[in-house]
């Protein structure tokens, strides 16, 4: 009889202590799922990425357009914590090696606080603070950023890779191929 009353409150104990631990990992889970959606939602959707202007003698010039939209954000987001890098395969050919042509990877980058909403010219630093959720935005991306040293040069028959990024959050990344006789306008989604 005695054996039977320590198996049962040993059996308890260790009932409780497992339903405790239990308790305490979901309430872990919830607390951090909570605090993650905010950004983790952030997810920026491209619906327009075109040229805006393409200049064949170097990247002092050369524009990129996007139209975008948050459609998932839970808060707003600063338009400062948006950020983009692009990411160039320029062919060097001024010292190409034995085998070939070298290639060589650059790279320029910036923030969105330019962006403004679509009644906007989309190339105002001082338009908006914010990303709204469900709010359409553009922005004309400037490949010398960033401060003019950026070094990605739009060139024809080139193919390179642009990511946006929100802070602490999600990223959307978008390959695109410029052909030969490229000029403004020129879809790089399709």
Sequence with gaps: MVTMIMILLFSSIIAGMSIMIVEQAFMGSKSQSFEQSETLNSVPVVLVFEVEEFDTTGNT?????????????????????VKWAMMCDINDTANPPQTGVQHTLVYSSGDMDAATDLNGNANQDDANNMFVQGIYYHVIIELDEPNGNGECDLVEDMTSTLIIAVENGRTTELDFHLPTGVGPGYDLMS
């Design 61 to 81: 010039n050369d524009r990129l357009y996007i139209m975008f939209k948050f459609p998932y954000a839970s808060n707003d987001i600063p338009d400062t914590n």
